[in-house]
C-alpha cells in the first residue's frame, strides 16, 4: 500500500520553523515525508535529518525525498534516541526540530497493521515492528487493574473499569487475537444509549496504541533535550492530536521558559535556573477551516512552538 498521509498544519509548521537555508533541522517523526518535502525544499548548504521507527515511513521518505540528495540523512529510530543518533554523525546542536506526533493515515489504514478498529485484522498496533510487544500481549497480559489503569488514563473512557472487567472475563475463555473480537468486548462493555457518540472502541484502541509504543513516556523524556540541541533562535515545533499529549508539551514549554522553583513571595530568584527560552505559542495553532473540510482527522491537532534563548 502507499504512504498516504496528509501533513497536518503544514503551512503553518513551516512558518513557525523559521527555515535557513544552511541551518540543521530534524523531523523526529519522519512520516511520509510531507513537513520535511518543504524543509529540504528551502535548504541549500543547510541539512536535513529525518527519523522515523516505521520502516515503511522510511521507504517512503526515502523515496520522497530523493531529489535532494546529500542534503538528506535518514534514521530508521525512535526520537527519544534523536540526541544519541545525530551525535554519531558528528552533530549535536539544530536550528530547529519538528514532531507531528500519533499514528499516521498509513498505519490506521493499512488492515494488518491492526491500529484501527475499522478493519478486522490481528491487534499488532506497533510503531516499530521490530518490538517484540504486541497490543495482543496487554489485552490479554494485563492485570484487570493495569487495563483499567491505561484505558482510564490514556483513553480517558469513563467505562474503562467495566471495559477491562469484560476484557478479562473473555480471555478466560479464549485469547483475544482480532480488532473485531476487541470492538465486540468493548460494544458490550458500554451501555446501548452510550455508544451514539462515536465508535465506541475508539478510546481504548488509542489507550492500547499508547501503551504499546510508550508514545507518551518517550515524549515526556524527550522534550528537555530537544531544547538543550537547538542553536540560540533554534525552534521546535509539535504537533499533537489529544489531551494527555498537549498538556505534556504545554508543561514542557512552560517550564523551559521559567524554571524557576523559588517560592512566589520570594523577592528575588535565588535557585539559579535560567530561562531557555521563549514559548512563541501562547496559545496553540489550530488547523484552518479549509483544512478541516479536507482532512477530518485534522481536527484535534494543534501546533505549539518554542524558541531557544
Known amino acids: 500500500m502507499e504512504f498516504n498521509h496528509f501533513s497536518v498544519l503544514l503551512t503553518e509548521t513551516i512558518e513557525q520553523l523559521h527555515v535557513k537555508p544552511d541551518g540543521i533541522y530534524v523531523d523526529g517523526t519522519l512520516g511520509g515525508g510531507g513537513h520535511a518535502f518543504e524543509v529540504c525544499s528551502r535548504l541549500t548548504k543547510g541539512h536535513f535529518y529525518g527519523i522515523d521507527q516505521d520502516d515503511a515511513a522510511i521507504a517512503a521518505a526515502s523515496e520522497r525525498l530523493a531529489p535532494f540528495g546529500d542534503k538528506v540523512t535518514i534514521l530508521r529510530n525512535n526520537y527519544c534516541n534523536m540526541r544519541a543518533a545525530l551525535a554519531d554523525t558528528g552533530v549535536d546542536k539544530v536550528d530547529g526540530i519538528v514532531l507531528d506526533l500519533g499514528v499516521s493515515s498509513y498505519q490506521l489504514d493499512t488492515e494488518e497493521r491492526?491500529?484501527?478498529?475499522?478493519?478486522?485484522?490481528?491487534?499488532?498496533?506497533?510503531?516499530?515492528?521490530?518490538?517484540?510487544?504486541?497490543?495482543?500481549?496487554?489485552?490479554?497480559?494485563?492485570?484487570?487493574n493495569e487495563l483499567y489503569r491505561i484505558i482510564r488514563d490514556y483513553g480517558e473512557d469513563k467505562f474503562a473499569k467495566n471495559i477491562a472487567k469484560h476484557i478479562v472475563m473473555k480471555r478466560a475463555e479464549k485469547p483475544i487475537d482480532t480488532t473485531f473480537e476487541l470492538n465486540e468486548i468493548i460494544r458490550a462493555a458500554i451501555p446501548a444509549k452510550m455508544r451514539q457518540n462515536g465508535h465506541p472502541s475508539k478510546q481504548t484502541f488509542q489507550a492500547i496504541r499508547i501503551e504499546c509504543n510508550r508514545e507518551l513516556e518517550v515524549l515526556k523524556n524527550s522534550l528537555d533535550d530537544f531544547i538543550e540541541m537547538l542553536n540560540p533562535g533554534g525552534r521546535l515545533c509539535i504537533i499533537t492530536f489529544h489531551s494527555l499529549e498537549d498538556r505534556i508539551v504545554k508543561t514542557a514549554f512552560r517550564n523551559n521558559e521559567n524554571p524557576c522553583t523559588c517560592p512566589p513571595d520570594f523577592p528575588v530568584c535565588v535557585c539559579g535556573k535560567i530561562s531557555r527560552g521563549s514559548v512563541i505559542t501562547r496559545k496553540a495553532i489550530l488547523p484552518s477551516e479549509k483544512e478541516l473540510a479536507e482532512n477530518s482527522r485534522s481536527k484535534s491537532a494543534k501546533l505549539r512552538v518554542f524558541e531557544k534563548k
Not at 491500529?115 to 498496533?125: G, I, V
Not at 506497533?126 to 490479554?140: F, K, L, P
Open 114 to 144: 491492526g491500529f484501527s478498529y475499522r478493519y478486522d485484522a490481528p491487534l499488532d498496533m506497533r510503531m516499530d515492528r521490530r518490538q517484540t510487544m504486541t497490543a495482543r500481549d496487554i489485552v490479554n497480559g494485563y492485570s484487570e
